[in-house]
Nanobody
Framework: QVQLVESGGGLVQPGGSLKLSCTFS????????MAWYRQAPGNEREFVARITATGSVPNYAPSVDGRFTISRHNDKNTAYLEMNSLKPEDTAVYYC???????????WGRGTPVTVSS
């Protein structure tokens, strides 16, 4: 069974930066495509970024492309989301997702809140 634990959220001013981490445990990290989603109050959960199991092909939502960077360290069983030039509209709870690349089973963390405000 996969367990995902997010960390690194908090309060930041507009224009600032944060780096989120997602620690994976339970099964083989390299068998999973990792992604970040977010959910703002009153909104549905939305896709933010995804990275393949090998870390070679990231893709991003248009709203964060050029500002956010997803990465993974397979030896540390950890995925990251580096967020720069943060805007108030980036305020949300950020969730880590791990999708089994063979079965397409999704696993979710409990989320870490990010607030962008002056």
């Amino acid at each position: 069974q996969v367990q995902l634990v997010e960390s690194g959220g908090g309060l930041v001013q507009p224009g600032g930066s944060l780096k989120l981490s997602c620690t994976f445990s339970g099964l083989t990290f390299r068998d999973y495509v990792m992604a970040w989603y977010r959910q703002a109050p009153g909104n549905e959960r939305e896709f933010v970024a995804r990275i393949t199991a090998t870390g070679s092909v990231p893709n991003y939502a248009p709203s964060v492309d050029g500002r956010f960077t997803i990465s993974r360290h397979n030896d540390k069983n950890t995925a990251y989301l580096e967020m720069n030039s943060l805007k108030p509209e980036d305020t949300a709870v950020y969730y880590c997702n791990a999708r089994d690349k063979y079965t397409f089973t999704d696993n979710w963390g409990r989320g870490t809140p990010v607030t962008v405000s002056s």
